[in-house]
Antibody, heavy 123, light 109 residues
Framework: QVHLVQSGAEVKKPGASVKVSCKIP????????MHWVRHLVGKGLEWMGG????????ILPQKFQGRVTLTEDTDTDTAYMELRNLRSEDTALYFC????????????????WGPGTQVTVSS | SYELTQPPSVSVSPGQTARITCSGD??????AYWYQQKSGQAPVLVIY???KRPSGIPERFSGSSSGTMATLTISGAQVADEADYYC????????????FGGGTKVTVL
């Protein structure tokens, strides 16, 4: 079984940064492509980027380049998503999601999802 | 920027068939994935690589793809299937950037 565990809810002020973590207990994080997706209130799902373990590449849509950093710590088997210069419009539920374990596909799409981390941006 | 287009809503009576479409210019060369999301919960993968069903997903969920359109079909829809459904695919670049459709609210009543 593949279950993802995420860090707890965050409340931040505009202009601050937030760093959300994600682990897959019992598994090595480097065996999975990791994705980050957010669900804005009243809107749909938005893909924020993916981390491909084969070459350590972080693939980001243009919208988030310069504001989002995706990293992995293989010592603690933890994936991180940092979002900087927060604005009220970034208030959302942030999900990490994993592709299939040891998939041969480059950046295998999400198969398994974490429970989400609520990030609230408010002055 | 690449887009995937879904109808905002689909309504169906219990036991009837619901079809949700997803159109995108890059779909002929890329797989479509479908996720079910119930209010406030994490999405669940219901179809991957156009037609494949993960273990534990009921057989009433099926997928197909032709040309620039992928379709999720719920045969014999149940009240429990009421949810938002999102298609996902990647663009045509080497780096496989992901995109979600806008989502379709399925109502079964």
């Amino acid at each position: 079984q593949v279950h993802l565990v995420q860090s707890g809810a965050e409340v931040k002020k505009p202009g601050a940064s937030v760093k959300v973590s994600c682990k897959i207990p019992g598994h090595s994080i480097s065996d999975f492509s990791m994705h980050w997706v957010r669900h804005l209130v009243g809107k749909g799902l938005e893909w924020m980027g993916g981390f491909e373990p084969e070459d350590g590449d972080a693939i980001l849509p243009q919208k988030f380049q310069g504001r989002v950093t995706l990293t992995e710590d293989t010592d603690t088997d933890t994936a991180y998503m940092e979002l900087r210069n927060l604005r009220s419009e970034d208030t959302a539920l942030y999900f990490c999601a994993a592709g299939r374990e040891r998939s041969k596909n480059y950046l295998d799409p999400p198969h398994y999802w974490g429970p989400g981390t609520q990030v609230t941006v408010s002055s | 920027s690449y887009e995937l287009t879904q109808p905002p809503s689909v309504s169906v009576s219990p036991g009837q068939t619901a079809r949700i479409t997803c159109s995108g210019d890059a779909l002929p060369g890329k797989y479509a994935y479908w996720y079910q999301q119930k209010s406030g919960q994490a999405p669940v993968l219901v179809i991957y690589e156009d037609t494949k069903r993960p273990s534990g997903i009921p057989e009433r969920f099926s997928g197909s793809s032709s040309g620039t359109m992928a379709t999720l079909t719920i045969s014999g829809a149940q009240v429990a299937d009421e949810a938002d459904y999102y298609c996902y695919s990647t663009d045509s670049t080497f780096h496989h950037r992901g995109f979600f459709g806008g989502g379709t609210k399925v109502t079964v009543l």
